[in-house]
């Protein structure tokens, strides 16, 4: 696989279908998010990293994480996607509160609080490697098991 690959420059669109397809819609369950993926032809990084796992494919979607409690979608910033996310949300999660990002961590951008069973958290996190900057959405659910 491409190196770049493993985290894209996937354009706005295609991180919101992600995230939409495989966080928002997609099983709550592990196992079955797992293959969900899979059959969208990702395929599982070899480490596993405390309890997260990470699958990839080798065009422009974005890298999808998952654990037992979240859920998340990375690519290569890019403009644009700040606003699309936020659009995104506004319009699935109307019920949905800005949080202070602060208490989440050093490069969590925008936070929002979902009331639902259970209670949902969603996040914008930028990061910086090696002089390259990454975009993720995150769908956190605490309550979950």
């Known amino acids: 696989m491409w190196r770049a690959n ?8 295609s991180m919101i279908r ?15 998010s797992e293959q969900k993926l899979r059959n ?31 859920c998340l979608v990375q690519a290569e910033s890019r403009t644009g996607q700040t606003t699309r996310f936020q659009n995104f ?24 609080s979902v009331p639902s069973d259970p209670p949902q958290l969603i996040a914008t996190e930028r990061t910086e490697s090696f002089g390259w900057y990454r975009y993720a959405l995150i769908l956190f659910q605490p309550g979950a098991s």
């Open 40 to 70: 969208a032809g990702y395929v599982p990084l070899p480490q596993e990293v405390a309890g997260v796992k990470a699958y990839v494919v080798d065009d422009r979607r974005p890298a999808v994480a998952v654990s037992d409690t979240m």
């Open 6 to 13: 493993l985290v894209p420059k996937s354009n706005p669109a």
């Open 89 to 112: 949300v506004a319009e699935t999660y109307p019920e949905a509160q800005p949080v202070d990002p602060a208490p989440l961590g050093d490069n969590i951008e925008q936070a929002w």
């Open 18 to 32: 992600a995230f939409d397809r495989f966080c928002v819609q997609g099983p709550q369950d592990r196992s079955a």
